[in-house]
Nanobody
């Protein structure tokens, strides 16, 4: 399976912006996506994108987050604008998304903390 490494997380104040990056180990035509998990909560799908571009966004992030995918570079990026404290979570990407579930194995993830 195609593995992935996440980066770009950090500490940001409410209303700020972060861009997360997902570097895949090889090419895949599968839908890819970002998930997040906060303490005490289950992992949830944030956004997913098929190989040729159309993307899905969870209602909680729609209009604030933008997902893009570069199939030549085998990368995926999630631009997160107007961040809110409730966006605080560990964000992980998956190289094979089916429905709202990530099929391939999970990496370390990257921590996003939104706090004043």
């Amino acid at each position: 399976q195609v593995q992935a490494v996440e980066s770009g997380g950090g500490l940001v104040e409410p209303g700020g912006t972060l861009t997360l990056s997902c570097a895949a180990s090889g090419h895949t035509v599968n839908p890819m996506g970002w998930f997040r998990q906060a303490p005490g909560k289950e992992r949830e799908l944030v956004a997913a994108i098929v190989w040729n571009g159309p993307a899905y966004y969870a209602d909680s992030v729609k209009g604030r987050f933008t997902l893009s995918r570069n199939n030549t570079k085998n990368t995926m990026h999630l631009q997160m604008n107007n961040l809110k404290p409730e966006d605080t979570a560990t964000y992980s990407c998956n190289t094979n998304v089916r429905g709202t579930t990530g099929i391939n194995s999970w990496g370390q993830g990257t921590q996003v903390t939104v706090s004043s």
